[in-house]
């Protein structure tokens, strides 16, 4: 088993930055990458971004594309999401996944997901 813990949502004003982190515990060498996912209100959870643990290889939502950065601390098993330029129709609650293949997340699939971090953008 994998757990994840996610941290730093927030409230923030549009144009405004924060940085969201998950921690994986557990058997973490079971997975080869980890995602950021989102779910709005009245909406479908939807693929953010991705990170596969070894290659570093990076995987962008066209929408946050140049606006957001994923990255991670393999030494601290964290993975990081940097939001700049934050919009309003950012607010969701974030969560994070871990999977053996990278590719299954960037499809919505994950084996782990953590309980999810509220993020929300005022205008």
């Known amino acids: 088993q994998v757990q994840l813990i996610e941290s730093g949502g927030g409230l923030v004003q549009a144009g405004g930055s924060l940085r969201l982190s998950c921690r994986a515990s557990?058997?973490?060498?079971?997975?080869?990458?980890m995602g950021w996912f989102r779910q709005a209100p009245g909406k479908e959870r939807e693929f953010v971004a991705a990170?596969?643990?070894?290659?570093?290889?990076?995987y962008y939502v066209d929408s946050v594309r140049g606006r957001f950065t994923i990255s991670r601390d393999n030494g601290k098993n964290t993975v990081y999401l940097q939001m700049n330029s934050l919009k309003p129709e950012d607010t969701a609650v974030y969560y994070c996944?871990?999977?053996?293949?990278?590719?299954?997340?960037?499809?919505?699939?994950?084996?782990?997901w953590g309980r999810g971090t509220q993020v929300t953008v005022s205008s």
């Open positions: 996944a871990a999977d053996v293949d990278t590719a299954r997340l960037r499809r919505g699939r994950g084996d782990y």
């Open positions: 557990g058997r973490t060498f079971s997975t080869a990458g």
């Open positions: 990170i596969n643990w070894s290659s570093g290889n990076t």
